[in-house]
């Protein structure tokens, strides 16, 4: 019982016992912590004859302008202006530097508040958006509120005086999420970007086709969605239950909606990479276009179960015209630099037994079928290279030899990246024993149904992205960190906020604060105020680390 005292104790302590302490701790209470932030005596209050001030006719900075007006009008009920014309007094300025001497990237920003203003310059739009993100941070939680019909009285609109200098430490910093296995609509993708841009997390790894799925719509292919973007029925429980639901299920993004999707991103300052899968993963492909595959007259299926299976593109020219179409299309929707090809979890036993497949690796001298996938996944960098476009896969693809210009994405651990960065290609870090938010969070009697493992908050928020086995050269080849929400048992948004919150926030500190300023207690404490935000957004986030009484024994030390 007294150690149970003692967490309880400690908790009153960190939170704050009294208003005034509370206060103190909400005015810096920034999640990712800033790289410097002092605080000093006085106060901005915000009131409805506050302007938002800007160059209005640059489009970037009138867009962060309109995203700011929209946030304070829709928490206070004001009606803001924007302007252009100069005034010292009772004003938000935005101001894109010219002079970018002044900051470490093009990320960065400085933020300063007084009684009479508050600032912020960056040397992009992209660092003023960001200075908006902490901007808000420093108002009470009720700041998040969007609802005009309920906005809340008697709530003091100040933020403390502040000077801010903050800048991200990877240029990388991402989230997944995996629409195959269960779909997602537009108005909750929009909502997960809405939360990553909260968090300073600027990549969004869209998985868009699986055994399972094919969501996309791509014209020229129309079975694609017609026929792979359905499935027959879909597992109950954990795989092999054998149990189905025996329910049609499915859909799709029109091309109409992606780029919907994708202007809502780029206003956000989020880059949407999307993943079409090969050469394995291609069940809903196959059920759609049979003639890609090796095994002539096979009845292919979209998958109903999860799992691995041996469905796979048959590397034919057929094949590579297909593949090419689909990825010509894919390119007019999304501008990333980045195209993902997946390349994970191939089994190669249909190639084993194919004559074309066979054919293929005596004819360009290849020692087995990893040569085969390697070649398989160069052509297709060839084709995206031409295009302007860069590669990125799963650490599979560098077995066999990896692509000449290829980025990994390292899943199985960080091995994979740190064989990647010794070969001078660039590596982003994303291991399931840290982020993989499909994991269990908490002990599995209670939670809701996961894939299993355990990643509860804190082993994300001790997660160091750059190995110690890697030089400071190589180091430089560790562009960031990703967590992956895969969906097999996730079939809500309302439980994918669950499994990603507040892991998310704990990885979006990972990945832009400095190493330095990187303190789990101070984290936790940070996190109790981040809750209150949460709230008020509605995210179902899970409870876990909020004060209350640790899940955990083992926590109870920790804290």
């Not at 507040?502 to 981040?530: C, G, I, Y």
């Amino acid at each position: 019982m007294t150690r149970w005292l003692l967490v309880i104790s400690l908790f009153l302590i960190l939170s704050g016992c009294s208003s005034d302490s509370s206060s103190q701790y909400q005015s810096q209470d920034i999640i990712p912590e800033p790289v410097s932030i002092k605080v000093s005596e006085g106060k901005f209050e915000l009131d409805r004859q506050t302007k938002i001030l800007g160059d209005t006719a640059n489009t970037e900075v009138r867009n962060v302008a309109n995203q700011l007006k929209e946030k304070l009008d829709s928490a206070t009920g004001y009606d803001l202006a924007i302007t252009s014309e100069q005034q010292s007094q009772n004003v938000i300025s935005l101001h894109i530097d010219s002079d970018t001497a002044n900051y470490i990237n093009s990320e960065a920003y400085q933020l300063t508040s007084a009684e009479d203003r508050v600032s912020i310059e960056a040397p992009s739009a992209a660092g003023l958006f960001y200075g908006m993100q902490s901007l808000l941070q420093l108002f009470p939680e009720q700041i998040y509120q969007t609802d005009y019909t309920l906005v809340p009285q008697n709530v003091e609109w100040t933020i403390p005086s502040v000077e801010i200098e903050d800048y991200p430490r990877f240029k990388y910093r991402g989230m997944h999420l995996d629409v195959a296995r269960h779909f997602f609509p537009v108005k909750f993708v929009k909502r997960y970007i809405d939360l990553m841009a909260m968090h300073k997390m600027n990549r969004f790894h869209w998985h868009l086709t699986e055994d399972q799925g094919w969501r996309i719509e791509i014209k020229q292919y129309p079975k694609l969605t017609e026929i792979g973007g359905w499935r027959d029925s879909t597992l109950v429980g954990h795989y092999g239950t054998g149990i189905y639901d025996g329910e049609r299920y499915g859909g799709f993004y029109t091309q109409e909606e992606i780029r919907e999707v994708v202007d809502y991103a780029q206003k956000r300052h989020v880059t949407i990479i999307p993943e079409i899968e090969m050469p394995g993963h291609a069940s809903a492909a196959l059920a759609s276009y049979p003639e890609l595959g090796c095994i002539e007259g096979k009845d292919y299926k979209v998958q109903t179960t999860w799992g691995i299976f041996e469905d796979i593109y048959c590397p034919s020219e057929q094949t590579f015209t297909f593949l090419k179409n689909v990825l010509t299309e894919v390119m007019q929707l999304f501008p990333s630099k980045y195209i993902h090809i997946g390349g994970d979890e191939a089994p190669k036993k249909q190639w084993k037994e194919s004559e074309l497949a066979q054919q293929v690796i005596q004819r360009e001298g290849l020692k087995d079928e990893k040569e085969l996938q390697s070649y398989f996944i160069t052509r297709i960098e060839e084709f995206l290279n031409k295009n302007g476009r860069q590669i990125i896969g799963w650490d599979e693809i560098l077995e066999g030899g990896l692509a000449p210009n290829a980025t990994v994405m390292s899943w199985r651990g960080t091995e994979g990246g740190i064989a990647a960065a010794k070969q001078h290609h660039d590596v982003v870090m994303t291991p399931g024993s840290h982020l993989y938010f499909d994991y269990y969070q908490g002990v599995p009697e209670t939670e809701p149904l996961a894939i299993g493992g355990f990643s509860p908050v804190k082993e994300v928020y001790s997660f160091e992205p750059i190995p110690e086995e890697l030089t400071v050269k190589e180091s430089k080849f560790v562009m960031g960190a990703q967590a992956n929400v895969w969906t097999e048992y996730i079939q809500s948004g309302n439980k994918v906020e669950y499994m990603a919150y507040p892991r998310a926030a704990a990885l979006s500190e990972v990945t832009w604060s400095p190493k330095s300023k990187q303190n789990w207690t101070d984290f936790w404490r940070r996190l109790q105020t981040h809750f209150d935000r949460l709230d008020v957004l509605d995210v179902n986030a899970a409870q876990h680390y909020n004060g209350k009484i640790p899940v955990f024994p083992e926590d109870i030390d920790a804290w």
